[in-house]
């Protein structure tokens, strides 16, 4: 489940500045900007709840908020700021929680990966 997950996580991420370029040019609606927000969070949600990184505070809380304030921008609650430099800096908050995730996830970090990594070797 993880592992597709990863990959679908790595399908978003190099997807969206192609998206972002060509997305004003569509003249797509507020719903559409949104449900990419919903799209966004529930996969780093699913990213952070199935590996190790779920179980740290630091990790979570920077995940939450970027997701709060990218949610926050969306809103307008931000104004005068430009949009797209909240929801930039709300988004590049979710992507730093992952990296921080990932590197959480290393072999010697956690019981979890250590496991996974003798079960690799016997496999």
Known sequence: ???????????HCALTPFFVAVAPALA??????????????????????????????????????GAAFW???????LEPLPETVTSATGSLALAGALVMGARICQAGACAECDDEEHADRRG
Do not use: K
């Not at 489940?1 to 399908?11: F, Q």
């Not at 927000?37 to 979570?60: F, K, S």
């Open 1 to 11: 489940m993880l592992a597709c997950a990863a990959a679908w996580c790595g399908v």
């Open 71 to 77: 949610s926050a921008s969306l809103a307008g609650w």
């Open 28 to 65: 797509l609606s507020e719903g559409i900007e949104r449900a990419v927000w919903v799209g966004t969070v529930l996969l780093g949600a699913v990213m952070l709840v199935l590996g190790p990184a779920g179980r740290n505070a630091a990790v979570i809380l920077t995940f939450a908020a």
